[in-house]
C-alpha cells in the first residue's frame, strides 16, 4: 500500500514510559511541538482485562491479531516481561519509588575496563529526582495499613530478627486518607486524558502488577502524559514505529498504526501502510529492548554510533523467591504488591560484596484460589469426604439439613494460599550481558557466572526470612539452569563519558548523531539497585534540559 505523506514536528518521542512520558511534558511545558507514538493503546480505568477470555487475549503480537499489555521476551538466559500501553512501564510495575544510593553511582574498572562507570552522580540527578517526585506524588505505606496487612509486619519482624534494615518505600499510589475508607474517590483528582475518569483510592487488591483498574497507582498517564496532552503534545497512541534514520538535517520516522479492526485475527504486518514524520529531534524511549532493538535494526544508518551498542545489559540483579508452607496467615494478595523493603549494604557503603533490596511481593486475590486447587488431590479429596458424608445421612435417614460446616470443609481451610509470600531482590549484579540481533530477531548473551556470589547472598537472605517465617523457601526454578526473570531489564545503549564506553552521554546524546536522544532504561550503565523507575524518570527530566537547547539553537555542539 503507498506511504502516507511526510508530516513534520520539532520533535518525535518513540515510547510513552518513565523516559518518554517526562521528556513529553517538559518539550510541552516549553512551547515545542511534539509527537509521541507509542505502539500500544490507551487503558482508562476499568478497561485492564480480569476475564480468562480477556487475558488470554492480552498479550502482545500484533501480526498474530493480539493487541495486549504484555510484551514477553524470551532468551536463553533470561525472561522478561515489558509493557505495551499508553504509559509504558508504569501500566504494571508495582510502585515503587527509591533513589539509587548515592554511593553506589559507582566507577568501576573491572575485567572488561569500566564495566560500570557512571558519567552522572547522586548529587547532579538529586533536583531531577525532586522534580519527578513532584508529579508522582510517592509516599510510603501508611502506618494505619502496615498493622493490617499480615506480609507487612511479617517483613518487619523478620528483618528485626535478622538485623537488617527495614522500611516502608515510598509508592505512586493514592491511598485513602485517615478516616476514609479504601476504594473511595481520589480527593482533589485532577482531570486526566482518559475523558477526566474517576479514580478510586487503592482498594488494597494486590492487582498492580496486572493493570489498576480503580485508577489508584499514580500511572505516568495520569500526570507526565496529561499535562503534555493539555500543553499540545501530540499523543499517539498504537502507533509502533519500524524505521528510523537521518533526513534533511534531522531524522525521519516510518511507523505503522495497529488498528483495533486488526485485533483478534492475524494479519500481514508488511502490507499496512507506512506513516512518516520528520522532525529536527528524535527520543528514543522504547525500553530497554525495544530501543535497542531499533537502533540495531537501523544501524546502517547511523554508521557513527558507537560499537558499545548492545553492552552493558543487565536484569538489575533481579531474583524471584517463594516463602510457602508458613504457619502464618501472611495474606500476600492484601495490600498492594509491594509494601515494604529489606536493604543489604555493599562494600562500597559499608557492607561486604554487592548491595542488594528484598521486597514482599503479592498478587490478585483471584490467585489465592488458584494456589489452592493447583493440586487435585486437597479439593478432590474435600469431595469425596463431603459426598460420603451426605451419603451416609441419606441411607441413615439422619434429618441433618444445615450443611454449613460441610461446606466450608468442602473449600478448605485455606493454609496453602495463606501462608505463602513472593520475595522480590534486586541489586548490583554485574552488567556483562550483550544485546545483538539474529537472522533479524533480538537475541541476549547474558551469564550469571560473574555474578553467582551476589545470587547466592540474595537466595541465602531470602532463606533467612523464609525460615523466620517458620516456612519453606523456594527460588525460582529457572535458577537451576541459570535463568533469571528481569522484571527490571536495563542497559543496550548505556550512558558514558566517550564513545569508548558508550552510546549516548550523560545528557542523552548519542555520541556521533547530534539530536539523537535516547531516554529509557537502556541508557543505563549497570544496575539501580533498588526498583529503576524513579532514576529512568529523573535521567530523563535531566536529558530533557539538553533536548531543549537543540531544538533552541538549532545547531549541534
Given at each position: 500500500?503507498?506511504d502516507?505523506q511526510?508530516?513534520?514536528?520539532d520533535?518525535?518521542?518513540?515510547?510513552?514510559?518513565?523516559g518518554?512520558?517526562?521528556?513529553?511534558c517538559r518539550?510541552?511545558?516549553?512551547?515545542?511541538?511534539v509527537?509521541v507514538l507509542?505502539?500500544?493503546?490507551?487503558?482508562?480505568?476499568?478497561?485492564?482485562?480480569?476475564?480468562?477470555?480477556?487475558m488470554?487475549?492480552?498479550y502482545?503480537?500484533?501480526g498474530?491479531?493480539?493487541?495486549?499489555l504484555f510484551?514477553?521476551?524470551?532468551?536463553?538466559?533470561v525472561e522478561?516481561v515489558?509493557a505495551?500501553?499508553?504509559?509504558?512501564?508504569?501500566?504494571?510495575?508495582?510502585?515503587v519509588?527509591?533513589r539509587?544510593?548515592?554511593?553506589w553511582?559507582?566507577?568501576?574498572?573491572g575485567?572488561?575496563?569500566?564495566y560500570?562507570?557512571?558519567?552522572?552522580?547522586r548529587?547532579?540527578?538529586d533536583?531531577?529526582?525532586?522534580?519527578?517526585?513532584q508529579v508522582l506524588?510517592?509516599?510510603p505505606y501508611?502506618k494505619?495499613?502496615?498493622e493490617?496487612t499480615?506480609?507487612?509486619?511479617a517483613?518487619?519482624?523478620?528483618a528485626?530478627?535478622?538485623g537488617?534494615?527495614?522500611?516502608?518505600?515510598?509508592l505512586?499510589?493514592?491511598?485513602a486518607?485517615?478516616g476514609q475508607r479504601?476504594?473511595?474517590p481520589?480527593p482533589?483528582?485532577?482531570?486526566n486524558?482518559?475523558?477526566?475518569?474517576p479514580?478510586?483510592?487503592?482498594s488494597?487488591?494486590g492487582?498492580?502488577?496486572?493493570?489498576?483498574?480503580?485508577?489508584s497507582k499514580?500511572?505516568?498517564?495520569y500526570?507526565?502524559?496529561?499535562?503534555?496532552a493539555?500543553a499540545g503534545?501530540?499523543?499517539?497512541?498504537?502507533?509502533?514505529?519500524?524505521?528510523?534514520?537521518?533526513?534533511?538535517?534531522?531524522f525521519?520516522?516510518?511507523y505503522?498504526?495497529?488498528?483495533?479492526?486488526?485485533?483478534g485475527?492475524p494479519?500481514n504486518l508488511a502490507?499496512?501502510p507506512v506513516?512518516?514524520l520528520?522532525?529536527?529531534?528524535l527520543?528514543?524511549s522504547a525500553g530497554?529492548?525495544?530501543?535497542?532493538y531499533?537502533?540495531?535494526r537501523?544501524q546502517?544508518?547511523?554508521?557513527?554510533?558507537?560499537?558499545?551498542l548492545?553492552s552493558?545489559?543487565?536484569s538489575?540483579?533481579?531474583?524471584l523467591?517463594?516463602t510457602?508452607?508458613?504457619?502464618?496467615?501472611?495474606?500476600?494478595?492484601?495490600?498492594?504488591?509491594?509494601t515494604?523493603?529489606?536493604r543489604?549494604?555493599?562494600?562500597?557503603?559499608g557492607?561486604?560484596g554487592?548491595g542488594f533490596?528484598?521486597?514482599d511481593?503479592g498478587?490478585?486475590g483471584f490467585a489465592?484460589w488458584?494456589?489452592?486447587?493447583?493440586t487435585?488431590?486437597?479439593?478432590?479429596?474435600?469431595?469425596?469426604?463431603?459426598a460420603?458424608?451426605?451419603a451416609?445421612q441419606?441411607?441413615?435417614g439422619h434429618?441433618?439439613s444445615?450443611?454449613g460446616?460441610q461446606?466450608?470443609?468442602l473449600?478448605?481451610?485455606?493454609?496453602?494460599s495463606s501462608?505463602?509470600l513472593p520475595m522480590?531482590?534486586?541489586?548490583?549484579e554485574?552488567?556483562?550481558?550483550?544485546?545483538r540481533?539474529?537472522r533479524?530477531y533480538l537475541?541476549v548473551d547474558?551469564?550469571?557466572?560473574m555474578?553467582?556470589?551476589?545470587?547466592?547472598?540474595?537466595?541465602?537472605?531470602?532463606?533467612a526470612?523464609?525460615?523466620?517465617?517458620?516456612?519453606q523457601?523456594?527460588?525460582?526454578?529457572g535458577r537451576?539452569l541459570?535463568?533469571?526473570i528481569?522484571?527490571?531489564?536495563?542497559?543496550?545503549?548505556p550512558?558514558a563519558?566517550?564513545c569508548?564506553g558508550?552510546v549516548?552521554d550523560d545528557h542523552g546524546e548519542a555520541?556521533?548523531h547530534p539530536?539523537?536522544?535516547?531516554?529509557?532504561?537502556s541508557v543505563l550503565?549497570g544496575?539501580?539497585g533498588?526498583n529503576?523507575?524513579?532514576?529512568?524518570a529523573a535521567?530523563a527530566d535531566?536529558?530533557?534540559?539538553r533536548?531543549l537547547?537543540r531544538?533552541?539553537?538549532g545547531?549541534h555542539?
Amino acid at each position: 500500500m503507498a506511504d502516507a505523506q511526510v508530516e513534520r514536528v520539532d520533535a518525535v518521542v518513540v515510547g510513552s514510559g518513565f523516559g518518554g512520558s517526562v521528556v513529553a511534558c517538559r518539550l510541552a511545558e516549553a512551547g515545542r511541538p511534539v509527537c509521541v507514538l507509542e505502539r500500544g493503546k490507551r487503558y482508562p480505568p476499568g478497561s485492564f482485562p480480569r476475564r480468562p477470555r480477556e487475558m488470554a487475549r492480552n498479550y502482545w503480537d500484533p501480526g498474530a491479531g493480539l493487541q495486549g499489555l504484555f510484551d514477553v521476551w524470551s532468551f536463553r538466559h533470561v525472561e522478561s516481561v515489558v509493557a505495551s500501553g499508553l504509559g509504558g512501564g508504569s501500566l504494571i510495575y508495582a510502585n515503587v519509588m527509591l533513589r539509587k544510593d548515592e554511593h553506589w553511582f559507582v566507577r568501576d574498572q573491572g575485567p572488561e575496563g569500566g564495566y560500570e562507570s557512571w558519567p552522572v552522580t547522586r548529587a547532579q540527578l538529586d533536583e531531577h529526582y525532586d522534580r519527578v517526585e513532584q508529579v508522582l506524588s510517592p509516599a510510603p505505606y501508611p502506618k494505619s495499613l502496615v498493622e493490617a496487612t499480615p506480609k507487612t509486619r511479617a517483613m518487619r519482624r523478620a528483618a528485626e530478627r535478622l538485623g537488617i534494615e527495614w522500611s516502608l518505600p515510598p509508592l505512586a499510589i493514592s491511598f485513602a486518607a485517615p478516616g476514609q475508607r479504601p476504594g473511595s474517590p481520589v480527593p482533589g483528582s485532577a482531570p486526566n486524558l482518559h475523558d477526566d475518569a474517576p479514580r478510586l483510592t487503592c482498594s488494597l487488591c494486590g492487582e498492580c502488577d496486572i493493570g489498576c483498574n480503580s485508577g489508584s497507582k499514580n500511572t505516568l498517564d495520569y500526570n507526565f502524559l496529561t499535562t503534555a496532552a493539555r500543553a499540545g503534545a501530540e499523543l499517539r497512541d498504537r502507533c509502533e514505529v519500524r524505521e528510523i534514520r537521518p533526513a534533511d538535517g534531522g531524522f525521519e520516522v516510518r511507523y505503522i498504526r495497529h488498528e483495533p479492526d486488526n485485533e483478534g485475527a492475524p494479519i500481514n504486518l508488511a502490507a499496512l501502510p507506512v506513516h512518516r514524520l520528520r522532525c529536527r529531534v528524535l527520543v528514543l524511549s522504547a525500553g530497554t529492548f525495544g530501543t535497542s532493538y531499533l537502533l540495531l535494526r537501523n544501524q546502517r544508518h547511523f554508521p557513527a554510533l558507537s560499537p558499545a551498542l548492545g553492552s552493558r545489559f543487565s536484569s538489575n540483579g533481579d531474583l524471584l523467591g517463594l516463602t510457602y508452607d508458613s504457619p502464618e496467615d501472611l495474606q500476600p494478595s492484601l495490600g498492594p504488591v509491594i509494601t515494604s523493603t529489606m536493604r543489604m549494604p555493599d562494600a562500597v557503603d559499608g557492607g561486604e560484596g554487592r548491595g542488594f533490596y528484598l521486597q514482599d511481593g503479592g498478587y490478585p486475590g483471584f490467585a489465592d484460589w488458584l494456589l489452592e486447587t493447583a493440586t487435585l488431590a486437597g479439593p478432590a479429596g474435600r469431595a469425596a469426604r463431603s459426598a460420603a458424608v451426605r451419603a451416609l445421612q441419606k441411607l441413615t435417614g439422619h434429618p441433618h439439613s444445615e450443611i454449613g460446616a460441610q461446606v466450608a470443609a468442602l473449600i478448605g481451610t485455606g493454609q496453602l494460599s495463606s501462608g505463602v509470600l513472593p520475595m522480590l531482590g534486586m541489586g548490583r549484579e554485574i552488567p556483562n550481558g550483550r544485546l545483538r540481533l539474529s537472522r533479524g530477531y533480538l537475541e541476549v548473551d547474558w551469564r550469571d557466572a560473574m555474578s553467582r556470589d551476589y545470587f547466592k547472598r540474595v537466595e541465602a537472605t531470602m532463606a533467612a526470612v523464609a525460615g523466620e517465617l517458620g516456612g519453606q523457601f523456594a527460588v525460582n526454578p529457572g535458577r537451576y539452569l541459570h535463568r533469571v526473570i528481569a522484571a527490571h531489564p536495563l542497559g543496550g545503549a548505556p550512558m558514558a563519558t566517550d564513545c569508548r564506553g558508550g552510546v549516548v552521554d550523560d545528557h542523552g546524546e548519542a555520541f556521533g548523531h547530534p539530536g539523537l536522544f535516547v531516554a529509557d532504561g537502556s541508557v543505563l550503565p549497570g544496575p539501580v539497585g533498588p526498583n529503576p523507575s524513579l532514576t529512568i524518570a529523573a535521567l530523563a527530566d535531566r536529558f530533557s534540559g539538553r533536548i531543549l537547547e537543540r531544538l533552541t539553537s538549532g545547531g549541534h555542539r
